[in-house]
């Protein structure tokens, strides 16, 4: 059974950092791209950063370029979005998702003073 399982949102002050870690079993991570998406309260789900399998290339929404690095471990199935100095705006639910199939079930980031 292929599960993605997100882990590490919460509330973090404006300025703040956390840490969201992806976690995949059912399926090998080396031969899929991986991106992270969000969706605030009453808007679409939006792509904001992706990692390419063969190269680990990497790509930003302008809106988080400079604050947020995508990562993978292949070995430990496990994709990470370090996100840093953090925003209002990056409120919502994040989810990961394999090879533009899978999704997992989310992970709360809430920014508020």
């Known amino acids: 059974q292929v599960q993605l399982v997100e882990s590490g949102g919460g509330q973090v002050q404006p300025g703040g950092s956390l840490r969201l870690s992806c976690v995949a079993s059912?399926?090998?991570?080396?031969?899929?791209?991986i991106a992270w998406f969000r969706q605030a309260p009453g808007k679409e789900r939006e792509g904001i950063s992706w990692?390419?399998?063969?190269?680990?290339?990497?790509i930003y929404k302008d809106s988080v370029k400079g604050r947020f690095t995508i990562s993978r471990d292949n070995a430990k199935a496990t994709v990470y979005l370090q996100m840093n100095n953090l925003e209002p705006e990056d409120s919502g639910v994040y989810y990961c998702?394999?090879?533009?199939?899978?999704w997992g079930q989310g992970t709360q980031v809430t920014v508020s003073s």
């Open positions: 990692i390419h399998d063969s190269d680990g290339r990497t």
């Open positions: 059912g399926v090998s991570l080396r031969y899929y791209a």
């Open positions: 998702n394999v090879g533009g199939f899978i």
